[in-house]
């Protein structure tokens, strides 16, 4: 079982391999399957941009693609119909694409099931001593790449590797890669998804062709999350696309933690931030103490980890747009009372001191989570930054 299987046992719809589905990334798609129909398909692609949007959905699209020219021309002896996804075949309007392949056919089948010999995926793997998910890709993951790409492969030649994100390989693992990306074998593919290619060696980038891929507009953001949830209210789904940035995959852990609810305690609490940092009349005490131990209190304990992460998530972006609003390059969360706070924020202290904030305020959450701290005084501690550079 890897990084994509847990807890989604009763969700095999919604994992990127079994996804038949792609929105809004038709240009990527079609970059793809030109490189694919020049004959100098490279041998390694980097798939970056936002978490959720679905990179690792069209690594597993085109993965299935590449492999079903194989076994059209082979495997089928000429039998297309047990294939009904032919990329010249006509899909359903929701699905359509270059690289299309019908979720009925049996090569679809198969990969779903992890059970097509020309692929590999890597992912974080669970620990045989802990018997617990992995925090990274480590380097035994990694190794068996080589051997995969350099072995006779059993059905029609082409191998594709999926790494599902790049971004959770160590420095092992990542050094282990390397051979592979160097000295790559005929007929073989990498397919890197990256949401933070920043972070990825740059040995590996330059060995890469870059695909970027950007968040969902929010009529695609609307179809996709109509498919995935469709009895949720036209409303929510409006305020998921703004708290999301266009990312259903975010969207989704958002609407299943109670997001929106949780957005609107932070912003709440924001608000209750001192207005200036000269304590005048106007001057608050700060936030409301008894609201913010409630908050912090939701993140404490086993079954608050998942509103940690999506508290973790809310802060985060919430920093990142005041900053990049800050920068003159963003905009507050639309239809929101966000702005007002963000422009008190930006009055109270500069852009290099939110920043600075901003930094400080990843290393802790990193450091929480590295020396599984305290959750529920890292969220105390987010909060008690934020109001000292106001007050500052």
Avoid at 61 to 72: D, K, N, V
Wanted: charged content about 25%; proline content about 5%; aromatic content about 6%.
């Amino acid at each position: 079982m890897s990084a994509e299987d847990i807890g989604q046992e009763g969700e095999e719809t919604l994992l990127p391999r079994n996804n038949p589905h792609l929105f809004g990334h038709e240009k990527a798609e079609a970059t793809l399957h030109a490189a694919w129909e020049s004959e100098h398909l490279h041998h390694a692609w980097l798939i970056s941009g936002p978490e959720g949007i679905g990179k690792a959905t069209l690594a597993h699209r085109f993965a299935r693609f590449l492999l079903s020219q194989e076994a059209e021309a082979g495997e089928t002896g000429g039998h297309a119909d047990l294939f009904a996804g032919d990329p010249q075949s006509t899909p359903s309007e929701e699905s359509r694409g270059a690289l299309y392949i019908d979720s009925e056919s049996r090569l679809f089948g198969r990969m779903a099931a992890g059970g097509h010999a020309g692929l590999l995926t890597v992912t974080r793997s669970i620990d045989p001593k802990t018997k617990k998910l992995r925090g990274e890709i480590v380097v035994d993951d990694v190794r068996g790449i080589g051997g995969f790409l350099h072995m006779t492969a059993a059905e029609g030649g082409t191998r594709v590797v999926v790494i599902d994100p790049g971004d959770d390989m160590n420095r092992n693992a990542a050094n282990a890669l390397l051979k592979s990306l160097e000295e790559p074998p005929a007929k073989t593919v990498i397919l890197m998804v990256s949401h933070t290619p920043g972070r990825l060696l740059p040995t590996i980038r330059s060995r890469c062709r870059g695909l970027r891929l950007a968040p969902l507009g929010e009529a695609d953001f609307t179809r996709v999350m109509a498919q995935l949830q469709p009895d949720m209210e036209p409303a929510v789904m409006a305020e998921l696309f703004r708290l999301s940035g266009g990312s259903p995959g975010k969207a989704l852990r958002l609407a299943e933690e109670g997001g929106i609810e949780l957005y609107h305690e932070v912003l709440a609490l924001l608000a209750t931030l001192p207005p200036d940092g000269k304590g005048g009349a106007g001057h608050r005490r700060g936030a409301n103490s008894a609201a913010l131990h409630i908050l912090a209190d939701k993140v404490a304990g086993k079954k608050g980890e998942a509103a940690y992460r999506t508290l973790v998530d809310l802060l985060s972006s919430w920093m990142a747009r005041l900053i990049r609003l800050g920068a003159g390059v963003g905009e507050a969360v639309a239809g929101s009372e966000e702005s007002p706070v963000m422009q008190r924020f930006l009055a109270a202290a500069g852009l290099d001191q939110w920043l600075e904030v901003w930094d400080n305020q990843r290393a802790l959450f990193a450091q929480t989570d590295g020396l599984n701290l305290d959750r529920r005084q890292a969220i105390l501690n987010a909060f008690f930054n934020l109001e000292k550079a106001v007050r500052a």
